[in-house]
């Protein structure tokens, strides 16, 4: 009997208290106002998740940043020794449309002397002797260089010939023209150099690209001569895999007899 009366207490509970712990209730109340604490943990969580995708992103977008400066740095440093192999080290050399800088500023370290550098912009990235270039005339006097370099530049002028009479104008006898420029030779350089057109048309104005034969005639309808030409590969820039071609030119010794015609 005894037994009995003791399982019957250990199985029934005291009135008013249940036998497994009571759930927190789900909703609380936190200065007047309901709280949910499940909806508050989830959305502490998607906050944090957030946060860490943010600086996930932040931090691909700074080493893309970085790698694309350096991919600059580099073709500007690979464009500069090649420029420099034909320019006697010491010579004063400007950049016409220098761009970020980056060249001038190589260059200027592999000649041995600044490199002056314009263009249309208010300042390049690069710590060079920048001016800043109307599009008509080089701010520069008269026979004041001996060597211009022109880097992918002239496809971009709305007066090809006006630019090359202000490289006239400012080499000194001897001097020589660096130049550098896409050609449309196939389909593939047609389609590279129609798709380079629409993203810089807005800033620049229309694109023009000539073939070969088309920039020798324009050279010597100006009085130059060219002393050296050959084309490069056009995969040395895989974002922009289009034929090229590098030009030495120098005023020809009629033009320089009589620059203005005799």
Same mark, same amino acid.
């Not at 957030?50 to 500007?76: I, M, P, S, T, Y």
């Not at 002056?116 to 026979?143: C, N």
């Not at 070969?212 to 895999?241: A, D």
């Given at each position: 009997m005894?037994? %009995?009366?003791?399982?019957?207490?250990?199985?029934? $509970?005291?009135p008013? =208290?249940? +036998?497994? /712990?009571?759930?927190?209730?789900r &909703?609380?109340l936190?200065?007047?106002e309901?709280?949910?604490?499940?909806?508050?943990?989830?959305?502490?969580?998607?906050?944090?998740?957030?946060e860490?995708?943010?600086?996930?992103?932040?931090?691909?977008?700074r080493?893309?940043?970085r790698?694309?400066?350096?991919?600059?740095?580099?073709?500007?440093?690979?464009?500069?020794?090649?420029?420099?192999?034909?320019?006697p080290?010491?010579?004063?050399?400007?950049?016409?449309?220098?761009?970020?800088?980056?060249?001038?500023?190589?260059?200027?370290?592999?000649?041995?002397?600044?490199?002056?550098?314009?263009?249309?912009?208010?300042?390049?990235e690069?710590?060079?002797?920048?001016? %800043?270039?109307?599009?008509?005339?080089?701010?520069? $006097?008269?026979?004041? =260089?001996? +060597?211009? /370099?022109?880097?992918?530049?002239? &496809?971009?002028?709305?007066?090809?010939?006006?630019?090359?009479?202000?490289?006239?104008?400012?080499?000194?006898?001897?001097?020589?023209?660096?130049?550098?420029?896409?050609?449309?030779?196939?389909?593939?350089?047609?389609?590279?150099?129609w798709?380079?057109?629409?993203?810089?048309?807005?800033?620049?104005?229309?694109?023009?690209?000539?073939?070969?034969?088309?920039?020798?005639?324009?050279?010597?309808?100006?009085?130059?001569?060219?002393?050296?030409?050959?084309?490069?590969?056009?995969?040395?820039?895989?974002?922009?895999p289009v034929?090229?071609?590098?030009?030495?030119?120098?005023?020809?010794?009629?033009?320089?007899?009589?620059?203005?015609?005799?």
């Amino acid at each position: 009997m005894m037994s %009995q009366t003791i399982s019957s207490a250990q199985s029934d $509970p005291e009135p008013g =208290f249940s +036998a497994q /712990t009571p759930r927190p209730p789900r &909703h609380l109340l936190r200065g007047g106002e309901s709280y949910d604490s499940e909806g508050f943990t989830a959305e502490r969580t998607l906050g944090r998740r957030r946060e860490l995708f943010d600086c996930v992103v932040g931090a691909l977008k700074r080493r893309w940043a970085r790698e694309q400066r350096r991919r600059k740095v580099g073709r500007a440093y690979d464009m500069a020794l090649e420029i420099a192999r034909v320019i006697p080290r010491g010579s004063e050399v400007l950049d016409v449309g220098c761009g970020n800088g980056f060249i001038a500023h190589q260059l200027s370290a592999m000649l041995g002397r600044s490199v002056i550098g314009i263009d249309l912009g208010s300042g390049a990235e690069a710590a060079i002797d920048y001016r %800043q270039y109307d599009g008509a005339r080089f701010p520069a $006097p008269d026979k004041s =260089f001996d +060597a211009v /370099t022109l880097c992918y530049v002239l &496809h971009h002028a709305q007066d090809v010939p006006i630019v090359l009479s202000e490289i006239s104008r400012v080499l000194r006898d001897g001097g020589l023209a660096v130049i550098y420029e896409d050609i449309p030779q196939t389909r593939w350089d047609r389609g590279v150099c129609w798709i380079h057109n629409l993203q810089w048309h807005g800033r620049t104005g229309p694109c023009t690209f000539r073939l070969e034969s088309e920039w020798r005639t324009l050279f010597r309808s100006v009085g130059f001569e060219i002393v050296s030409e050959r084309s490069l590969s056009r995969w040395r820039n895989l974002t922009h895999p289009v034929s090229r071609r590098f030009y030495v030119l120098k005023q020809s010794s009629i033009y320089r007899a009589c620059p203005k015609g005799c």
